[in-house]
């Protein structure tokens, strides 16, 4: 069972282009998943039926494993067995019928616009670094994207005059996304002489570099945020991730089509977009709740 696994991991490499931490992440679940058929004294993918995944999940669950990660080794498990199928190393696809775990949908958490705004004011545009924290920042915001997508972008990503930046989100696709002027005029600010600043010669293709002459990390990134927003008075726990929700609530907020929101963030199924309606809605409620005298928690009682 073993070389199905290389081969499938070999595919995942060279022809899907995931990232390593993808790659890891699948190969972890799926050596579980090998182990739990090895106790079942199953040697052959053909000799795999629904009902031996679903003990898998069973398993998986009575170990403690949220219905989120059992939803993620499904997915792990799902994409192997379509691969062996289309491979013809496998005449089926056990995990077809199998239902995904589901449990409570969670609100994505994201900032108020005025924390926003206190956040993009934290950075020193004096200074070469606040420069390129203010642009970074202002880029994160601007368009929503993934931490990973935004310490992968090189100057030539970047079309200022334009006024849009191209993003290379999961699995190598590359997306279109406008930046809008502020933070155009941040990097365009950023560019003018704070990065040659910071480089001292070096040579790099990233666009957002260190003192040391490379890109910055998704840890860097983190430590980043994690500074300006004590700065700016944000209580909250922060993360690049916090911003992208607070990018396309906001959106939503304001009566961008779904659609657009979801080619901007990348998302390859409308679904995942879907739930920043769930958000608007929470916040109508919300609104309701305080100010209509027919509700609970009026505010004018």
């Known amino acids: 069972m073993e070389g199905f696994l290389d081969a499938f991991i ?12 993808t ?26 039926e629904g009902a031996h995944v679903t003990r898998h999940l069973e398993r998986l669950e009575h170990r403690g494993l949220s219905k989120r990660s059992q939803a993620r080794h ?96 999961k699995g190598q696709k590359e997306r279109l996304v406008p930046i809008g002027r502020h933070a ?11 990065r040659d600043e910071i480089l001292k010669g070096r040579q790099t293709r990233a666009l957002f570099v260190t003192p040391r002459g ?23 726990q922060l993360s690049p991730h916090k911003l992208r929700h607070s990018f396309a609530t906001h959106l939503v907020e304001r009566g961008a089509d779904l659609r657009a929101v979801q080619a901007m963030l990348g998302h390859a199924d409308l679904g995942t977009t879907q739930i920043y309606t769930h958000v608007n809605g929470a916040r109508l409620k919300s609104v309701y709740d305080r100010h209509h005298p027919r509700s609970e928690g009026y505010a004018g009682r």
Do not use: C
């Open 10 to 21: 070999s595919f995942l490499r060279a022809e899907r282009g995931s990232s390593p931490r």
């Open 23 to 48: 790659v890891e992440a699948y190969a972890r679940d799926l050596e579980a998943y090998f182990a739990d058929l090895k106790e079942q004294a199953i040697a052959a993918p053909d000799a795999i």
């Open 74 to 169: 499904l997915a792990a498990i799902r994409q192997l067995h379509r691969f062996l199928v289309a491979e013809r190393m496998s005449p089926k696809d056990p995990t077809q019928d199998i239902d995904t775990p589901r449990g409570p949908k969670k609100l994505p958490l994201f900032l108020t616009l005025d924390e926003v705004d206190r956040l993009l004011a934290a950075p020193d545009p004096r200074t070469a670094a606040g420069a390129r924290d203010k642009a970074a920042i202002e880029t994160l915001y601007a368009t929503g994207l993934r931490v990973s997508e935004l310490v992968r972008l090189s100057p030539n990503d970047v079309n200022l005059q334009a006024g849009y930046l191209i993003a290379f989100g």
């Open 184 to 194: 155009t005029a941040a990097i365009e600010a950023y560019l003018a002489g704070p």
């Open 214 to 236: 490379g890109a910055f990390t998704r840890q860097g990134i983190w430590k980043l945020l994690k500074r300006y927003a004590h700065k700016a008075g944000i209580r909250a």
